[in-house]
């Protein structure tokens, strides 16, 4: 495949190797830093803090209080030409860490257990690349910190706050440290690389009795067991197969004693699927089948049903700009890994529905020095070697682009 873009030709590659190597240090130190104080969504005030102190410190233009925790950084070559974004994810989940690190959480029920506080130390460490080699591309790098990915979302509000405007954003990149993968590889694809994400709450209305006399009753537990089968046969019958989907009924919730038929029982449940196509009729048929199984046993119900997130959708051609820069940086072929799908969810994908872009995954474990829990495990945990080599992407990424 040919690239759309030209190799930078004014840049020595290897140099760019050293001095991000020369920076590593200071990637862990920050990372590590920003493991210690995790933040949740929307209150990531020390992180911000963190962020800010650094660019203020490095002289780099930037704007704070975007969407509540959110910082966009403005690396300005000072010659006209293209804008790349960069988004990074600031937030941190509600674990209880149990790596026995130095640098371990030191909030309580706090832990950056999905790599955010990499993929933060990685945007600074771009920032200052960057900022230090403005001579080396033209045009204008926008780098977005975000509050809030794991929810309730913080891409949305800083798209409405006009992050992707003045200057306007051509191209957007950004990446997730990924355990999936090991250290060293990079997962890139065009088109769609993770799922839209659905949810639902409902509450079955039957009628309580004594268990010894359900003739008397409308039995939610029988209900909602008949619902959760049914609701299987959405996407093994319904959906093309061709296309793939899931629906999971995640809680289920009824009764209080053996002997007591339950008066009401409650779910909830989460939607994936990667075709647009598919918004709104996946909820469809879920309500058509809770109606239709709450009519034929005399139940009733109330349903609430919301879209989250759209799915991860890749531009080709700024996936094909990651694509040739990754090979280059991982330095062997089946170091890309294509095939690297998955139906987790992710906000970026309101960025990446506003403006062509990227979304990868860098590879973080190395099982051999017990870096590999899964992403949201109280042990994540990941290799930080790949710090430097997300750094060296986004700087050559910038470079190919803007160069
Ligand atoms: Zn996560
Ligand atoms: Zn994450």
Request: hydrophobic share 40%; charged share 15%.
């Amino acid at each position: 495949m040919v690239s759309t873009f030209p190799s930078s030709h004014s840049v020595d590659q290897s140099q760019i190797r050293l001095d991000i190597r020369a920076l590593q240090p200071q990637l862990v130190a920050w990372r590590r830093s920003l493991h210690q104080r995790p933040e949740l969504g929307f209150k990531e005030q020390l992180t911000a803090q963190f962020i800010a102190q650094k660019l203020q410190e490095w002289g780099i233009e930037h704007q704070t209080g975007v969407a509540k925790t959110g910082i966009v950084a403005i690396i300005n070559s000072g010659s006209p030409g293209p804008v790349l974004a960069i988004r990074a994810d600031i937030d941190a989940l509600p674990i209880q860490e149990e790596n026995e690190v130095s640098y371990r959480s030191q909030h309580d029920g706090i832990m950056h257990a999905c790599g955010h506080d990499g993929h933060t130390a990685i945007a600074l460490g771009t920032a200052y690349y960057l900022w230090q080699h403005r001579q080396d591309f033209t045009g204008t790098v926008k780098i977005i910190f975000q509050p809030a990915e794991e929810g309730p979302g913080g891409a949305k509000p800083m798209i409405e706050a006009g992050v992707l405007k003045n200057p306007d954003v051509d191209a957007i990149i950004g990446l997730h440290l990924w355990n999936n993968l090991a250290l060293g590889t990079v997962g890139v694809r065009k088109g769609a690389l993770m799922a839209a994400v659905e949810c639902f709450s409902c509450t079955i209305l039957g009628k309580g009795g004594h268990g010894a006399m359900p003739h008397q009753t409308v039995d939610s537990v029988v209900v909602s067991a008949q619902i959760v089968n049914a609701l299987q046969t959405i996407v093994a019958r319904n959906v093309d197969p061709i296309e793939s989907a899931v629906v999971t009924v995640g809680e289920l919730h009824a009764g209080t004693k053996h002997n007591i038929i339950a008066d009401t029982a409650r779910m909830t449940g989460t939607v994936r699927y990667f075709n647009p196509k598919l918004q709104g009729f996946i909820g469809k048929r879920i309500e058509q089948i809770i109606a239709g199984v709450c009519q034929s046993q005399g139940a009733s119900y109330e349903l609430d049903y919301w879209h989250q997130y759209p799915p991860v959708i890749n531009d080709a051609n700024i996936a094909e700009l990651v694509r040739s820069v990754a090979a280059e940086v991982v330095e062997t072929p089946a170091g890309i890994v294509p095939e690297c799908q998955t139906m987790g969810a992710e906000d970026m994908s309101f960025f990446l529905q506003a403006v062509p872009g990227c979304y990868f995954f860098l590879g973080s474990a190395n099982p051999a020095k017990d870096l590999a829990y899964p992403h949201h495990h109280p042990r994540f945990n990941f290799d930080e070697t790949a710090l430097g080599m997300g750094v060296e992407i986004f700087v050559r990424c910038v470079e190919k682009f803007c160069g």
